[in-house]
């Protein structure tokens, strides 16, 4: 991500530790793995040499759940800001802005501030890290059990807090700009609407997060305790997350659907206007028996004709068909499978 930085544009702590893996001389995807494997060596060997696991014995708790979701969490704040910057790239011919212009957009679209992510990491990490070093044990244990997940909460929750929060920070201000980038497109071809898709395939990709974290969770749900917790969260997870899921994908892209509706309406009412004019002018010159250039008249007649039906096609909506597509897929499999296992289940008990 080439990040053109003044005084004014200071790189946070996050981006420059993003910066930092692109520079590694190896894929960031290995990079993310790699930490993973890291995180869950130190906790089980900690977890041996302590005694509170059997040597060589692999605790779920830990595989499936804290670890995983830290580097989750950072690989995915990786990936979408990648993802803005590429979307907002594409977008850039409907802003007609000059580089200068379109660099304060891009940086406050892509990128946190320095200031502000510091300050507020302080605020997270200062009452976390308290809660750990002032009484680890009680209080994390008495929020997770005394199980071998507490020593990963106590190690991690300080640790991976600010990409967390500022993922979800970064994600949320990230889908409300949309609207204002919008906002900013002073005309709009309906003839043309490739740029304006560019945002769309951002916003539902944040929306296949969003399933995505729910299919996740509904697979590690026993790593989380009893199976009826583990029921419990993967049934808040369904109900929630797709509808955060449908929420992030459209709402965004709401005000330019409407200004789309607007324009393609103003193009079929002067499409009408001239198809109109060219009819009374056909029938005028019947009526004078000036039939000379009737031929050429009903050409143009016919041209408005298909014209009309051609207006009738252009979307409303600023995604291409494929990117609905590949959303609703994502969104609809899994609540299939997940509706139909439980169908099966209470038919198989009763």
Do not use: C
């Amino acid at each position: 991500m080439p990040k053109a930085v003044s005084n004014s544009q200071k790189l946070s702590w996050i981006d420059r530790f993003f910066d930092w893996v692109v520079r590694l001389p190896f894929p960031s995807v290995l990079f993310y793995v790699l930490l993973y494997l890291l995180l869950v060596s130190i906790h089980h060997v900690t977890l041996w040499i302590g005694g509170a696991l059997p040597v060589w014995q692999f605790s779920q708790s830990i595989l499936l759940t804290i670890d995983f979701w830290l580097v989750l969490q950072m690989a995915a704040f990786h990936y979408f800001q990648n993802e803005a910057e590429g979307a907002l790239l594409k977008f850039r011919p409907a802003l007609g802005l000059n580089q200068k212009e379109f660099e304060k957009i891009r940086f406050s679209f892509v990128n946190l501030s320095a200031r502000p992510t510091f300050l507020v990491s302080l605020m997270v990490a200062i009452p976390l890290g308290l809660l750990v070093f002032i009484s680890p044990y009680e209080i994390v244990s008495s929020l997770f059990g005394a199980t071998p997940m507490t020593s990963a909460v106590t190690v991690l929750l300080l640790l991976g807090s600010p990409f967390a929060f500022g993922f979800f920070y970064f994600v949320f201000r990230s889908l409300f700009m949309i609207n204002h980038l919008y906002q900013r497109v002073k005309r709009i071809n309906v003839f043309n609407l490739e740029s304006l898709y560019s945002l769309s395939s951002f916003t539902s990709k944040v929306g296949m997060l969003f399933i995505l974290y729910l299919v996740l969770n509904y697979l590690t749900s026993d790593a989380w305790g009893s199976q009826q917790s583990g029921e419990a969260i993967t049934a808040f997870y369904f109900v929630f997350n797709g509808a955060i899921a449908i929420l992030a994908f459209i709402v965004p892209l709401w005000g330019m659907h409407v200004r789309l509706q607007s324009e393609k309406e103003r193009v079929s009412d002067e499409n009408n206007r001239r198809l109109d004019d060219a009819f009374w002018d056909l029938q005028k010159r019947m009526d004078r028996g000036k039939i000379a250039d009737i031929a050429q008249l009903r050409t143009g007649i016919s041209a408005l004709m298909d014209f009309r039906s051609e207006i009738k096609k252009i979307p409303t909506w600023p995604w291409d068909p494929g990117t609905l597509r590949t959303f609703l897929t994502a969104l609809l499999v899994p609540m299939s499978i997940w509706i139909i296992q439980q169908v099966l289940l209470r038919t198989v008990v009763k």
